[in-house]
């Protein structure tokens, strides 16, 4: 029998990988079928990959998608390192560490908060558009399942805008994954005025959005992927430790919401106080490995490192494969994820 479920990919820069290595196992899953997926900027990249996969090849050519976009990413054409290789590498942590402890990476930091990305004049260039103008925006747009979201917020209004089938386009995943201390604003077509609008990452507002994910066509299992933790145990004391915290909460209090919204609707149809179908109930499920999160630092979110990358991708096919282990009896069933625990 086949499972449909939702994917609700967060972003967090290259330590989107770790998505990556989810999505790789899940698509091994032969009963498993992606219905929906709502990204936010690294999630908007993994979700457009995927998308453009399942429609031209199915679940192998959408793993040939992302094995691609993480290549162009990682600036190598395979980053599959070899288990000799995997085994003599230090922890990503170790890595994550270093980078940010390095004099480039400070120097690029100061510079950075001294500096608006308008500074560069004609000279500025995102890095991401030569990959992201490469996707297949025939497929990436179709009308064809799954249904694809992409999230960002609006500058002016500050709310987040969901971009649908033909809305999406190059400039509206680069709006996604826009951090304003780093790129300059992508201007396009708000898709709830008409209006030329200036946008930022979606992270702000969405990280990823869930709503778009209640449409009654998609079904009611929404498996949101983690990238930024959301616990740490140990308080933060240095300026980048601090700084790294900061963007964690920031980018987490949107998730957390709407993931509080959804418990207190379940609450209300468990006590009889809403009727059963008057809103839909969906199911939370979430794969995520907050140990792993916790030892590395923003770095190697912003500083594509090869071997953090391909370490991230295995991390995430065991986390993933672990759920599968452990909870896929239970999609279309019952939630896994312990919302009244998270909510108290």
């Not at 930091?109 to 560069?120: I, K």
């Not at 994910?213 to 300026?239: A, Q, S």
Request: proline share 7%; hydrophobic share 45%; aromatic share 8%.
């Amino acid at each position: 029998m086949t499972i449909r479920i939702n994917l609700a990919l967060q972003g967090g820069g290259a330590h989107g990988a770790f998505t990556w290595g989810v999505l790789d196992r899940l698509l091994e899953e032969p009963d498993l079928e992606i219905a929906g997926i709502s990204g936010t900027s690294a999630g908007a990249l993994n979700g457009a990959a995927v998308k453009s996969g399942l429609i031209e090849g199915g679940p192998e050519a959408a793993r040939d998608k992302l094995d691609w976009l993480w290549g162009q990413i990682g600036a190598l054409d395979d980053i599959a390192l070899p288990d000799w290789m995997r085994a003599w590498l230090p922890a990503p942590g170790v890595v994550s560490q270093s980078v940010q402890n390095s004099l480039p990476f400070l120097w690029g930091e100061s510079v950075g908060r001294m500096m608006s990305p308008y500074a560069w004049g004609p000279f500025y260039q995102n890095p991401l558009e030569r990959i992201v103008e490469r996707f297949d925006f025939d497929r990436v747009c179709a009308h064809e399942p799954p249904a694809f979201f992409v999230c960002a917020t609006q500058v002016r209004d500050g709310k987040v805008r969901v971009f649908r089938e033909h809305r999406i386009s190059t400039q509206s995943i680069l709006a996604s994954a826009c951090l304003p201390t780093l790129f300059q604003a992508v201007e396009l077509e708000d898709p709830e005025t008409g209006n030329t609008e200036a946008f930022w990452d979606g992270g702000y507002t969405g990280n990823p959005a869930l709503f778009p994910l209640f449409d009654k066509g998609l079904p009611d299992d929404i498996v949101v992927i983690n990238i930024n933790p959301l616990h740490r145990e140990t308080l933060p004391v240095t300026p980048p430790e601090i700084q790294n915290r900061i963007n964690e909460i920031s980018f987490n209090s949107s998730l957390l919401r709407e993931l509080r919204a959804i418990d207190f609707v379940q609450r209300l149809l468990d006590e009889g106080k809403l009727d059963e179908g008057a809103m839909k109930r969906p199911l939370i499920h979430m794969i995520a490995d907050d140990g792993l999160m916790n030892a590395l630092s923003v770095a190697t979110k912003l500083v594509p490192v090869p071997s953090v990358i391909a370490q991230l991708k295995e991390a995430g096919r065991r986390a993933a494969g672990s759920f599968l282990r452990d909870h896929k009896a239970d999609l279309n069933q019952r939630q896994t994820a312990d919302l009244r625990a998270m909510f108290g």
